[in-house]
């Protein structure tokens, strides 16, 4: 099996900043795209920002320029670097990977979310 946890959430006043981190763990062959998504209390779940293997990141218009995606392929982890928060950034933050596991085909794994509140 593979699991996804993540760690660095937390509360933080609006213009702070805040770095989450997911570690992906398991029967691991190869890791493909890993990314951020969220999730506001009565809103879907939203891509925050994914990047490939190769490092190339994609980002969501709303964080563009303030948020920072990451990752470290020999430790199979992902990082978020996230700056000039604002209280619209408040949400369960939710790691995916889409792992290739030994003889299987890549599937798509979540983490198990930490929460990120922006608030005075």
């Known amino acids: 099996q593979v699991q996804l946890v993540e760690s660095g959430g937390g509360l933080v006043q609006p213009g702070g900043s805040l770095s989450l981190s997911c570690v992906a763990s398991?029967?691991?062959?190869?890791?493909?795209?890993m990314g951020w998504y969220r999730q506001a209390p009565g809103k879907q779940r939203e891509l925050v920002a994914v990047i490939s293997r190769g490092d190339d990141p994609t980002y969501a218009d709303s964080v563009n320029g303030r948020f920072t995606i990451s990752r470290d392929n020999a430790k199979n982890t992902v990082y978020l670097q996230m700056s000039s928060l604002k209280p619209e950034d408040t949400a369960v933050y939710y790691c995916n990977a889409d792992v290739q596991r030994f003889g299987k085909m890549p599937m798509t794994y979540w983490g198990q979310g930490t929460q990120v509140t922006v608030s005075s």
């Open positions: 398991g029967s691991i062959f190869r890791i493909n795209d």
